[in-house]
């Protein structure tokens, strides 16, 4: 809570789903935020939606965003407070627009679960999409049991995720030859 952004690098079934679910309550209770979008892939849905059921009853609902891109765009606009919104990787980047319309809308705190997946150093959909939504929210958590799976260069935009100005990784190359050295 006193970082603001965060990272929890934890071995799987560690708790930290549960353990962010605190903090989103806790930021929600307080006015912080309004509504929390998690973006991961599709198995971590179920794990959230039985989490936010067990752990934040009466203070958080689950809502899972799929569908045509008609249904989606119905989804976004009946977002409400206290929320928290399940999207995939794939729906982030195809639907970057509307939900950046969400987190204009919003207080949002943005969780990006099972971030090594946004590993990418250079190029892709996802992390630049992801990226964006970043600079928008009001607060930043990636999750991962893996958040290095090939190379120092996979924290990249990860860290990116959490300060989207650069401040902790600098321009990609100097980190390229930091993470070298």
């Not at 399940?86 to 679960?113: K, N």
């Not at 607060?139 to 120092?152: A, D, Y």
């Amino acid at each position: 809570l006193t970082a603001i952004n965060s990272a929890n690098f934890s071995v799987p079934g560690s708790g930290k789903t549960a353990t962010t679910l605190a903090a989103a309550a806790t930021h929600v209770a307080t006015g912080t935020v309004d509504v929390v979008v998690v973006v991961g892939p599709l198995s971590c849905f179920r794990p959230w939606e039985d989490e936010v059921r067990t752990a934040t009853p009466n203070v958080l609902t689950a809502k899972r965003v799929r569908g045509t891109a008609s249904q989606r765009r119905n989804a976004y606009r009946a977002i409400q407070p206290r929320e928290v919104v399940l999207v995939s990787y794939g729906t982030a980047a195809a639907d970057r627009l509307a939900l950046l319309e969400v987190f204009r809308q919003y207080r949002v705190m943005l969780v990006v679960d099972e971030s090594h997946r946004v590993k990418r150093f250079r190029g892709g959909t996802w992390a630049p999409a992801l990226l964006e939504l970043a600079g928008c929210a009001r607060i930043r958590t990636v999750l991962s049991g893996t958040p290095m799976p090939q190379s120092g260069r996979d924290l990249y935009t990860q860290l990116n995720i959490l300060w989207p100005g650069g401040e902790l990784t600098g321009p990609r190359d100097l980190f390229a030859s930091r993470v070298e050295k």
